[in-house]
């Protein structure tokens, strides 16, 4: 499978945790995003690199937040000190430039 | 700010046509797109419009623009119950994912 892989799937955590999520895009593409997705919302804008580079970020992503992408190729989301309004979908995709953006499935977070 | 709106359910029978309607606020909107999500699987670009155009047509689906009114319509021609989705119209300046703005999603349920 070549397309954008997410992981985990599924995680259960208690408020306070910390706990980071894996994004693989599709090789050959250099733009990486990040969205979360609430119950019944579309998904919103949290950050985007170009190659290694974070390029642009959303005040929804509070200082609890912090994405990298050290080589250009995966990227990783972590979550410190989770709270219970942090539960979401985080949604990574990947583009070639200003292309089609290309989703993964998702990481669901539940913070109990 | 900008905000993307549409109707939140849609019910059809199997080979009837559907419509989903979505209106935009942002007069800036360059690109407007039509995203279905399965269940448990990421989003997946169905088609786009740019705002020079008022139709767009690929096999069964017809998106039509009225951008005076700000307000994009999908219709899906003979829908089947594996159309059964949620379908986000979504809107941005320019091509790059950063700025597009999703809406909440319309449900479409397909009765066979």
């Known amino acids: 499978d070549t397309g954008v892989s997410q992981n985990p799937r599924h995680k259960i955590t208690k408020r306070g945790q910390n706990v980071t999520f894996r994004c693989d895009p599709i090789?050959?593409?250099?733009?990486l995003y990040w969205y979360r997705q609430t119950l019944g919302q579309g998904p919103e804008f949290l950050t985007y690199?170009?190659?290694?580079?974070?390029?642009?970020k959303s005040r929804l992503l509070s200082d609890r937040f912090s994405a990298e992408r050290p080589k250009g190729s995966f990227s990783t989301l972590e979550i410190q000190r989770t709270e219970q309004g942090d539960s979401a979908m985080y949604l990574c995709?990947?583009?070639?430039?200003?292309?089609?953006?290309?989703f993964g499935e998702g990481s669901r977070l539940t913070v109990l | 700010g900008e905000d993307v709106e549409q109707s939140l359910f849609l019910s059809v029978r199997e080979g009837d046509s559907s419509v989903i309607n979505c209106t935009y606020t942002?007069?800036?909107?360059?690109?407007l797109y039509w995203y279905k999500q399965e269940p448990g699987a990421g989003l997946q670009l169905l088609t786009y419009?740019?705002?020079?155009?008022d139709m767009k047509q690929d096999q069964r689906l017809t998106v039509l623009l009225n951008k005076k009114d700000k307000h994009l319509s999908l219709r899906i021609a003979d829908t089947q119950t594996g159309d059964s989705a949620i379908y986000f119209c979504?809107?941005?300046?320019?091509?790059?994912?950063?700025?597009?703005?999703f809406g909440a999603g319309t449900r479409l349920f397909v009765k066979a």
């Open positions: 995709a990947s583009s070639r430039g200003a292309g089609e953006l290309f």
């Open positions: 090789s050959e593409h250099n733009r």
């Open positions: 690199f170009q190659n290694e580079a974070q390029l642009e």
């Open positions: 942002d007069s800036s909107s360059t690109y």
């Open positions: 419009i740019f705002s020079n155009m």
């Open positions: 979504a809107e941005s300046p320019d091509p790059g994912g950063f700025k597009t703005i």
